[in-house]
């Protein structure tokens, strides 16, 4: 442990401070900042500067912060506090409570937000499928329990609804402990948040960590470590299997990249930082399961100009094991979720981990949409008409699989008026059989938008059915 140090230079969230010569704070670790009266502000050393100097982020605001301020190193990483006293409760990035509750008791277990991932020999790999309810997902991009899944998309095109949407559906029928890491996105989404699981009684199970972007850089860019850190806690003391939200992990790269800008570091491609892949690494890599507890990650990823090569986009994405692709243009015609078939993946849609049944229907629901797509131009063109007898056949068939693909959520309720829908995995695997063989040819398409299983779409059609002969004995 050094003795204290003394803040030479603020410029915004970068602190410069000297400590005695030979007895600088190691790169990580915490500095408490004093300041008169002010609150204590957090930093964490990024760099030594020189034998006497180290450069600092705050992880809090650093207004009013003067030069002499005195800052003191505790010898180890920031330390936030995990375990039973933080269920239900909303932290920020360094581990105070933001929910105006009770205070945390003073003999609070902690755990460093810095951790080195688990050695690969002691992790254990993801084959479970994790059922969500949401027929797309479950048949095209099966969730893994302990893998990791990412919801890529751009600006609107539905990642919070459905990041929300898989909450309700999993936490609710999960055994386990929820984390929630807010990064980066709007405050007011995360206060929403609370009082929804406070009242679909969920939160006694769940802790919130946030850092939004009102937060500064250091903060928005910790705010997943210090969630790991109440995940690990449950997963390696515990036993316990952990459901760790993130929305949005494209907000950690780019306060990654301010945090970088702020420190002077030339930038790298696109402008992010030359440590991109190796801070991205050091984030997924901490998501593991070891010793039979799982942590299974759902992260939603920003898309920037809806460019899927952007290097951000491209290092989260080879840490996934299912990647689920939103789509504008489903977006824009209504086509919710609008997750794009062909360009979603999983690597759990092997016969070997789904079965036999299921890996075909997909490749074949699959194979159906693509080639409808192929033959979209021409359809633009000539209409539909002008097709050949088989290619028809299956244009239509797609057009059916690509309706009933849509669900409307829970979530979505209060401005859509539809009731959510949970569909199982084995109804919508005889679903889209059942429109695969050709047994729904005959059924106008929507009958088949926005429904749960295949049963609904009958009683749909039926109801249409009797209303038309009603009417048709009317007049
Ligand atoms: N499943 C859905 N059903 C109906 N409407 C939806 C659905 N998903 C998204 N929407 C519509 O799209 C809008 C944007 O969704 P959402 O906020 O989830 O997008 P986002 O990708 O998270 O956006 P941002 O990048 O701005 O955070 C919603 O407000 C809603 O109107």
């Given at each position: 442990m050094s003795g204290p140090g003394v803040i030479t230079a603020v410029r915004g969230a970068v602190l410069d401070i000297r400590f005695p010569a030979g007895d600088l704070p190691a790169i990580g670790h915490v500095l408490h900042v004093h300041d008169g009266d002010a609150p204590e502000i957090v930093a964490e050393v990024q760099s030594h500067l020189d034998r006497e100097h180290v450069r600092a982020i705050a992880l809090m605001p650093t207004g009013g912060l003067r030069r002499g301020a005195e800052a003191i190193a505790t010898g180890a990483p920031v330390m936030v506090p995990v375990g039973d006293?933080?269920?239900?409760r909303l932290l920020d990035a360094t581990g105070?409570?933001?929910?105006?509750?009770a205070a945390l008791p003073d003999d609070v277990p902690r755990a460093p937000i810095l951790q080195a991932a688990p050695a690969l020999a002691d992790q254990t790999a993801a084959t479970d499928v994790f059922e969500t309810g949401i027929k797309v997902i479950d048949l095209l991009t099966p969730l893994a329990h302990g893998g990791k899944a990412a919801m890529f998309g751009g600006a609107g095109v539905g990642k919070t609804v459905l990041v929300m949407e898989l909450i309700q559906a999993m936490v609710s029928g999960y055994q386990g402990i929820s984390v929630f890491a807010g990064i980066g996105e709007r405050s007011r989404e995360g206060h929403e948040l609370l009082l929804d699981m406070r009242n679909s009684g969920v939160l006694e199970r769940t802790v919130l960590v946030f850092g939004q972007m009102n937060e500064p850089p250091g903060a928005r860019w910790r705010v997943p470590m210090t969630a790991l850190a109440v995940a690990e806690h449950f997963r390696d003391q515990r036993g316990r299997n952990v459901l760790l939200l993130m929305d949005n992990v494209f907000r950690f790269v780019q306060a990654g990249m301010e945090v970088s800008g702020l420190l002077g570091r030339l930038p790298s491609r696109?402008?992010?930082?030359?440590?991109l892949a190796s801070e991205v690494a050091a984030l997924q890599e901490r998501i593991a399961s070891v010793g039979g507890a799982a942590v299974t990650a759902i992260e939603a990823v920003y898309v920037p100009a809806d460019d899927f090569t952007d290097p951000a986009v491209t290092a989260i994405a080879g840490h996934m094991d299912s990647l689920v692709v939103l789509s504008r243009s489903m977006a824009a015609e209504g086509?919710?979720?609008?997750?794009?078939p062909i360009a979603s993946s999983s690597t759990l849609l092997d016969p070997l981990i789904v079965g036999e049944t299921h890996a075909r229907t997909a490749e074949e629901v699959r194979r159906t949409i693509e080639h409808y797509r192929e033959l979209q131009d021409v359809i633009s063109l000539?209409?539909?008409?002008?097709?050949g007898a088989e290619d028809r056949r299956l244009a239509e068939r797609a057009r059916r699989l690509q309706r009933f693909l849509t669900q409307p959520f829970k979530v979505t309720e209060a401005f859509t008026g539809t009731p959510g829908r949970s569909v199982r995995l084995a109804d919508t695997i005889a679903g889209c059989r059942a429109i695969l063989d050709g047994?729904?040819?005959?059924?106008?398409?929507?009958?088949?938008?926005?429904?749960?299983?295949l049963e609904e779409g009958r009683q749909r059609m039926e109801a249409r059915h009797r209303d038309e002969r009603r009417g048709d004995a009317a007049a």
């Open positions: 006293a933080v269920l239900g105070r409570i933001g929910d105006k509750g696109v402008g992010y930082q030359p440590t086509m919710y979720p609008a997750i794009d000539l209409g539909l008409e002008e097709l047994k729904c040819d005959d059924w106008p398409e929507d009958a088949l938008y926005m429904i749960g299983d």
